[in-house]
């Protein structure tokens, strides 16, 4: 499999702020790649660079072989997007909207069937405007991939979702997958990139802080942690060897040692230290 | 398999959605039939039947220049703060982001607006035949006169529209920076009030732009031939109508080109 898209030394300046910083990325056909980073990262300016709606500074972009902007016609009909934080308020309803984005691609999906995967289908004749978020934000992506595209951008697609409708969605975009396309993924939601993501880039003030899969994120901080209470209050251990430890600690202690817990650092410890560490280092 | 859609389907499309969403958003369209119509009624019963001059009255007079100016505030007025919403919710952008060529977009919006003029004109001359005894031009030559006012008219101002959809900072902004001017135009171009009766000075600005010509286009098509001796230099002067909204034609076609943004300030 080759790459859908390529990033070298992308650079991204406004004035005297550098949204992005030197990111470099290389994106696998097929793969969900997630963006990861706290609000003001850079997620979404690097995203729009690679969609064609922002010019960047400096650096070289890739994206499905063409410079996005240069690209024309040709290029966005192999292009989904869900932009962030907009939502389809208009007049006309699930179907006539979906039908007529399906219209200005070559080889588009099967109107019905794009309007049931994301389970709008009885509300396939409701005005847009009348919907939920969820239910608009979900148009959006029925409108996204009914061209049938290679490439799929989805910019925060799930902020402000109920749980329950987040997990349906996750399913969607699972399913996106499964047909064949490439999806691009910023979100600020470590269980969303945890689940969908085959690979994740943590950002943190325009550059790359880290690169892994989920799993092997996680696997990054070796250390885990052990907590327990005794006469002179809480403590907190880290460490490589928690059975070692925990073992001398029950010798130490008769009985129940109070409010013992072994934990392994979830993908938000190893995130929050990497997003941390960024921010020491550049102060 | 389907292949690449044409851009005239693709034109055809945008113009029957736009279409549809206008008819759907009820309150805009009522507010835009009937805006004239009020104006119609209202100033027509503050001014009566008041002659002018050669057997014109006023509200004859009137007719002609609502009929200019539901042109301007057609394709000027209601599209250009459309767009400026559109450019706020992020609808342009999302068009840009899309395969949608950009000719189908503004082509849509053309057709759009000349559906809802031309709806416009036609309740207009209807009411101005029922009521207050204009008589329908007969013969090729006014109704050829009329065809090309109206489209010079909409073209440009469909075109300044666009143009002028980029000068607010916000789609909240709009209307209060578009409606002033086209009520200044309004006031000053022969359409409220008979343009002969102005101060000359307002009259000479006038004269730069184009909702004057409109009006005294419409006049001409409308009004009997004898009343071109009651106008500013005793003549309805298409020719020079004509050369003052081609001009306006060139100079919306420029500044839509050169001031069109899919994006919001700062969004690039």
New interface residues.
Partial sequence: MGNAIEVAELVKTYGELHAVNGLDLEIEEGHIFALLGPNGAGKSTTVEIL?????RTSGHVSVLGADPEKAG??W??K?G?V?QS?AV????TVR?SVT??A??????REVDEVIDAVGLTEKADA?AMSMSGGQQRRLEVA?AVV?RPELVFLDEPTTGFDPDVRRAFWKLIRSIKDDGSTIVLTTHYLDEADYLADKVAIIAQGAKVAEDTPAGLRGRAGEAVVRWRDASGAHEKRTTTPTAFARTLLAKHKGEVPDLEISRPSLEDVYLDLTDLRTEEDS | MNTRPSLVALTLERARLENVEFVRSRDQMIFIFSFPIIFMVLFGAIFGGQELAFGVTFPQYLLAGLIASGILNTGFQSLGIAIAIDRDNGVLKRLRGTPLPPAAYFGGKVLHVLFVSAVQVALLIAMGVAFYGVSLPTGLDPWLTFAWVFLLGVTGSTLLGIAVSSLPSSGRAASAIITPMVLYLQFTSGVFFVFTQLPGFLQTVAEFFPLKWLAQGMRSVFLPEDFAQAEARMSYELTTGALVLAAWVVVGFILALVTFRWQKRGDS
């Fill in positions: 969609e064609g709606f922002r010019k016609r040709a966005r009909e292009l997007i932009l907009t308020s208009s007049l006309l006539e007529h984005m219209h200005l691609y070559p080889h588009p005005k409108l061209g």
